[in-house]
Each structure stands twice: as structure tokens, then as C-alpha cells.
């Protein structure tokens, strides 16, 4: 069964560096998500891409963030300059173009420390 | 913020039906009941989602009120595996963009042997 990947598990980084997080979406899916999840918080929703541009964006998404699909797999989410409260665990998630569902495929996540 | 209500903790035994209750009152017309789970710290996954029919898939079952003021999510026969968080989501299904997911806290499942 195909499935959302993102790489690395786990990333070690210190406040103020900059960090690219990567996901490979399911191959025929057209809509790209990042989320992100704060130890013992709330799912938070940070952005969505579709047709190379961005679609909706959260308060969390500020200038610091960026979304960019640099060839025809990977969708990448860059943090330019990490902070403390930037720690959390980041979601890729994909969805199909079909008009009766657009359910939310979901990777396994990048766990980000920023120390 | 979300528009779903659910209790914050349930414990159901191994292979009992566990039912998983949400109460969507202010849902529109146009918006659907999705579920989701979140096995500890992984990715959360698609389980079902409905409008006003009942659905089941191999996954579960979902059961929505007529009024679809609340619903019931169904797992048949609960295994340990099932130990997670579940979220009831409402969302407009989108035609021509898409839409974010809101999540609220969910329930956390908890099966017992």
C-alpha cells in the first residue's frame, strides 16, 4: 500500500539554524500538508500546497516558514530560522483529486528539537 | 477552533465493541464527520467519514444521528492495537481547494486485555 515518507526521523538542531524537513506524498496525490504537533498538544495545521502554490496557511506559518515541491516527489517544509518553541513533531499529509473524498494521508512524522 | 466535542478518555475490553461518541451540533449542511487515530506518536490515519448515511468500512463502523448533531464511531472487536487517540473531525468537503484539518484533543482509547 503506497504511504506519505518523511525523512529524518529525528532532527537535532540549535536555535537560530536553519532546517529543511522532507516528505515523499503518495504518487498520484495532488495535495501537500504539513502539521504540526507539539509534545501533549493539539494537531495544528501549518499550511497547504497545491498546483506549486500555497492554498491555505495558518497563523503558525510566518515568515520563517516556507513550502517548496522541488521536483515531482518530494515537498519540503524549511524552518529559516529555528526557535525553542519550534520543537514539535512535524506531519507531512497528502490527499487525491477525487470529488467524493479527499481524505489525509499522514507520514510518520520528523520529530524536531531546537536546543 | 474545533467543532466537535468528544470525552477525553474511554477504556474498553479486548474484542468488545468499543463506541466512540462526538457531538457535532453546530454542523452545517455541507460538512462531513471524518475520524481519525493517532497511535502514539505516529502519524495520524484516516479511519472513516460520512455525511449523513451510516458508513462502514473495514476499519469501522459510523453511525450518525439523524439530525447529525453528534455521531458514534464503532470498532467492532477491539484489540490491543487500537489503544490510540481518536479524533471527530467536521469539514466542508472541497470542490475546487482544499480545506485543513482541525483537530481538537480526541478520546484516548485505551483497550484492556
Known amino acids: 500500500e503506497p504511504e506519505v515518507t518523511q525523512t529524518p526521523s529525528h532532527q537535532v538542531t540549535q536555535m537560530g539554524q536553519e532546517v529543511i524537513l522532507r516528505c515523499v506524498p503518495i504518487s498520484n496525490h495532488l495535495y501537500f500538508y504539513w502539521y504540526r504537533q507539539i509534545l501533549g498538544q493539539k494537531v495544528e495545521f501549518l499550511v497547504s500546497?497545491?498546483?506549486?502554490?500555497?492554498?491555505?496557511k495558518s497563523e503558525i506559518f510566518d515568515d520563517q516558514f516556507s513550502v517548496e515541491r522541488p521536483d515531482g516527489s518530494n515537498f519540503t517544509l524549511k524552518i529559516r530560522s529555528t526557535k525553542l518553541e519550534d520543537s514539535a513533531m512535524y506531519f507531512c499529509a497528502s490527499s487525491a483529486l477525487a470529488v467524493s473524498s479527499y481524505e489525509q494521508y499522514f507520514g510518520p512524522g520528523t520529530r524536531l528539537t531546537v536546543t | 477552533d474545533a467543532k466537535t466535542t468528544q470525552p477525553p478518555s474511554m477504556d474498553c475490553a479486548e474484542g468488545r465493541a468499543a463506541n466512540l461518541p462526538c457531538n457535532h451540533s453546530t454542523i452545517s449542511g455541507n460538512e462531513y464527520v471524518y475520524w481519525y487515530r493517532q497511535i502514539h506518536s505516529q502519524g495520524p490515519q484516516y479511519i472513516i467519514h460520512g455525511l449523513k448515511n451510516n458508513e462502514t468500512n473495514e476499519m469501522a463502523s459510523l453511525i450518525i444521528t439523524e439530525d447529525r448533531k453528534s455521531s458514534t464511531l464503532i470498532l467492532p472487536h477491539a484489540t490491543l492495537r487500537d489503544t490510540a487517540v481518536y479524533y471527530c473531525?467536521?469539514?466542508?468537503?472541497?470542490?475546487?481547494?482544499?480545506?485543513?484539518?482541525?483537530w481538537g484533543a480526541g478520546t484516548k482509547l485505551i483497550i484492556k486485555p
Open positions: 473531525i467536521v469539514r466542508v468537503l472541497p470542490m475546487d481547494s482544499n480545506y485543513q484539518l482541525i
Open positions: 500546497f497545491y498546483n506549486n502554490e500555497i492554498s491555505e
